[in-house]
């Protein structure tokens, strides 16, 4: 599938609402650190919108750059976008991952939630290294580390449900170890009436789980300080 994300776009925003809170209430920590008179915020694979649309309802002095390659995802954000004149100057929607965007010189902060397992070890140096090069001393970016912490074999399983009139959304991951850090995962999405399934995709992709000790030496050899948002998966780096 060319874009993989496709299969989850026609409800990205349901199967994502049981783990928004964690993440707003580590956008609200990270908001009076963002450094807007230094540059953007960048979010890096900015999926939907959601945490784009957090910042700027909630930092009016907010300027975002925001990295999308998924033109499914992309439509979610601009619908998002669209709705706010207000925010039309204050973001730009680029179609292009984080390996191939040409990034601002400077950076205000950076996001990058559900995508560092994009990356593999030698991509995820260099994601460090240029986001090191451009936050001020001090400035922050907050990302999650995926678990499981370290690759294993996980058996299908409902991660997400809901129900929105008389139609049921079902999201069933399965994974297996293929490297040091490495898992395939298998996402199939549902949608059923009553026992009748009226949609169901299948994806599969590879997702990198450097364990969170790996994952803190490499940021501090980046120049960062790691600290753990709460009981989450969320982490806070710090440029030092």
Known sequence: MD???????????LFAH?????????????????R????????????????????????????????????????????????????????????????????PARLGGALAIGVLGHFDAGERTGVLAELAARLPRGGVALLDLQEPAHPRRVEPCEF??????????????????????????RMTYLSLEDERVLTEETVEH??????????AAEAAEAGFTVHRFRDTVLRILERR
């Open 18 to 34: 049981p783990y928004r809170r964690p993440c707003e209430s580590a956008l609200g920590e990270i908001l009076p650190r963002l």
């Open 206 to 215: 590879v997702y990198h789980h450097p364990s969170p000790e790996r994952f």
């Open 3 to 13: 874009d993989p994300y496709a299969a989850t776009a026609s409800a990205y925003d």
């Open 160 to 185: 997400t449900a809901a129900q929105i009139g008389e139609i049921a959304y079902r999201g069933i991951a399965e994974a297996w170890p293929v490297g040091e850090e490495a898992m395939r995962w």
């Open 36 to 103: 807007h008179d230094h540059g953007p915020v960048l979010d890096i694979g900015a999926g939907s919108g959601a945490n784009a649309a957090f910042v700027l309802e909630h930092a009016p002095e907010a300027r975002i750059v925001a990295l999308e390659p998924s033109r499914s995802m992309r439509s979610l954000a601009l619908g998002r976008i669209a709705e706010h004149p207000e925010w039309h100057t204050r973001i730009t929607v680029r179609p292009e991952d984080f390996l191939e965007a040409t990034l």
